[in-house]
């Protein structure tokens, strides 16, 4: 059971536009979500997160929005850079037996375009 | 650079062979996760350790275990290997309270022959 999706395996973007990565869950208990890039030969890098008890995180040209709700998260980068070509993951977080367990997506690889 | 070392980087061995992977967490971080990356999959969530005892469990074979030492490092041991245990293993710990993210090393990519 994937409790955590991201159903675009890849995207492409022009640079300077924006770049909007998609995360559907489904368990009610995460409660902390975070956005990771990941480049070749490289381990995930931590890039933004969001509590549960906000809608929307901003960090430079990262943004992250949080529906409830719709147990979807997104993440905006704008202007996306050639640099910011990479794999990115969402993951959520939920407390469970005196620790936290972090469920993470497959992973949208981006590619922005020159 | 995440502050978590990750040793070796490569290793290639044969079927049925055992090896071990280590990892050291950031400076302060009491919290070892253990994650498998197979062929472009997603993380794949093993097992976690907190200040030396194991905390939870994931999607962990039986041929498989790890532990966490009192200096907090933790090593991941996989014995009996198959051809499918070829994969990317990370390493990443947390400071373990709310709301905070987990810090990836670089990864150990073991190849099963």
């Known amino acids: 059971d994937q409790q955590v999706k991201q159903n675009s395996p890849s995207l492409s973007v022009q640079e300077g536009r924006i770049s909007i990565l998609n995360c559907d869950y489904t368990n009610s208990m995460f409660d902390y979500f975070l956005w990771y890039k990941k480049y070749p030969a490289e381990g995930p890098t931590f890039l933004i997160s969001?509590?549960?008890?906000?809608d929307k995180n901003e960090d430079g040209r990262f943004t992250v929005f949080l529906n409830k709700s719709a147990k979807h998260l997104s993440l905006h980068i704008v202007p996306s850079q050639p640099g910011d070509s990479a794999v990115y993951f969402c993951?959520?977080?939920?407390?469970?037996?005196?620790?936290?367990?972090?469920?993470f997506g497959t992973g949208t690889r981006l590619k922005v375009l020159a | 650079d995440s502050g978590v070392t990750q040793t070796p980087k490569h290793l290639i061995t044969a079927t049925g062979q055992r090896v071990t992977l280590r990892c050291s967490p950031r400076s302060g971080d009491l919290s070892v996760y253990w994650y498998q990356q197979s062929l472009d999959q997603g993380l794949q969530f093993l097992i976690q350790?907190?200040?030396?005892?194991?905390?939870a469990k994931g999607n962990i074979l039986e041929r498989f275990s790890a532990q966490q030492f009192p200096d907090l490092h933790s090593e991941l041991n996989l014995s009996s290997l198959e051809l499918g245990d070829s994969a990317l293993y990370f390493c990443?710990?947390?400071?373990?309270?709310?709301?905070?993210?987990?810090?990836f090393g670089n990864g150990t990519r073991l190849t099963v022959t």
């Open positions: 350790y907190y200040n030396g005892e194991e905390r």
């Open positions: 993951a959520a977080s939920a407390p469970t037996s005196g620790t936290y367990k972090y469920i």
């Open positions: 990443a710990s947390s400071e373990d309270v709310i709301d905070s993210p987990l810090h």
């Open positions: 969001i509590s549960s008890i906000k």
